[in-house]
Nanobody
């Protein structure tokens, strides 16, 4: 079992930046693909970014490409999401999650095994 805890959310003005962290406990994340998802009120959870367990491949939703960056620090057992140029439509609860596939980097939430509790990001326009 792995426990994930997101932090770093908050209220920021449009155009600002936040860095979300996802700290893991229980076991190492070094062999897991990691994903960030978000969910706004009344909407389904959507893919934001993913990073392959080897560290060499990333995927981003078109809506965040060029503004968000996913990274990991295996020594700290933590995954990050750097969010720049925030927009009002980025407002949501952000979740990190793990996936154990070795040859694919999925973007659908159902492929991810363990989830954190989420951290709220609110962008004021």
């Amino acid at each position: 079992q792995v426990q994930l805890a997101e932090s770093g959310g908050g209220l920021v003005q449009a155009g600002g930046s936040l860095r979300l962290s996802c700290a893991a406990s229980g076991r190492s994340l070094s062999a897991d693909n990691m994903g960030w998802f978000r969910q706004a009120p009344g909407t389904e959870r959507e893919f934001v970014a993913a990073l392959r367990w080897t560290g060499g491949t990333t995927k981003y939703a078109d809506s965040v490409k060029g503004r968000f960056t996913i990274s990991r620090d295996n020594a700290e057992n933590t995954v990050y999401l750097q969010m720049n140029g925030l927009k009002a439509e980025d407002t949501a609860v952000y979740y990190c999650a793990t996936n154990s596939y070795k040859t694919l980097l999925p973007t659908r939430p159902g492929a991810y095994d363990y989830w954190g509790q989420g951290t709220q990001v609110t962008v004021s326009s």
